[in-house]
């Protein structure tokens, strides 16, 4: 157990709905990141938060949008889905989020089925 | 641009046997940091062994050792005395900072098998 918690576990949903997915980091973890799993597209890095501030954004669409609390948990929302969004989305936290020694803990991942 | 490069899809290893599994990689970084991870068939990702770009000696955790040739840019995670539970997808991992800040990149991953 990575001490990083997501809910839900899996999630199903028809095309063009919106849906949230949550994430705890572990304890003392300042920074939270979103990746996205899927078949063809492998392991992509959508988007980091360090503190409750975006610090770094990858692959994520226009249609996603994430943000962190001031508890430090975030949210990863997912409007206007698409078929192509089914996917494992997994969070990870790190201490600090910077610095290349920096490594991160995954939480066990939301699986969405987009039908 | 980073990327991470693991040529073999699917890999099959006799239990007890030592198995490596391939990365290679490419930055313009200095400094950058090198993780394995582990995806077993339940899907979480399972974080291994971790080696920086300066470090002078190979990282080893336990049955897991890093075969680290910076001049190459090959980081190969060695499995030593492979067991059943190590079937799983590994993946190699990158950290360095782009135009984009932080960044983490993954590379496709390997299957690994392992045979009784």
């Known amino acids: 157990d990575s001490g990083v918690t997501q809910t839900p576990k899996h999630l199903i949903t028809a095309t063009g709905q919106r849906v949230t997915l949550r994430c705890s980091p572990r304890s003392g973890d300042l920074s939270v990141y979103w990746y996205q799993q899927s078949l063809d597209q492998g392991l992509q890095f959508l988007i980091q938060y360090y503190n409750g501030e975006e610090r770094a954004k990858g692959n994520i669409l226009e249609r996603f949008s994430a943000q962190q609390f001031p508890d430090l948990h975030s949210e990863l929302n997912l409007s206007s889905l698409e078929l192509g969004d089914s996917a494992l989305y997994f969070c990870?936290?790190?201490?600090?989020?910077?610095?290349?020694?920096?490594?991160?803990?995954f939480g066990p991942g939301t699986r969405l089925l987009v039908l | 641009a980073q990327k991470i490069t693991q040529t073999q899809p699917g890999m099959f290893v006799q239990e007890k046997e030592a198995v490596t599994l391939d990365c290679t990689y490419d930055?313009?970084?200095?400094?950058?940091?090198l993780f394995w991870y582990k995806q077993p068939s339940s899907g979480e990702m399972i974080f291994l062994i971790y080696?920086?770009?300066?470090?002078?000696q190979n990282a080893t955790e336990g049955r897991y050792s890093l075969n680290f040739q910076k001049a190459r840019k090959s980081a190969n995670l060695v499995i030593s005395a492979s067991q059943l539970g190590d079937s799983a997808m590994y993946f190699c991992a990158m950290r360095g900072v782009d135009n984009y800040g932080q960044n983490f990149v993954f590379g496709p991953g390997t299957r690994l098998s392992v045979l009784p």
């Open positions: 930055t313009s970084d200095p400094s950058y940091g």
């Open positions: 080696q920086g770009s300066y470090d002078q």
């Open positions: 990870a936290s790190s201490v600090e989020g910077f610095g290349d020694r920096e490594t991160q803990y």
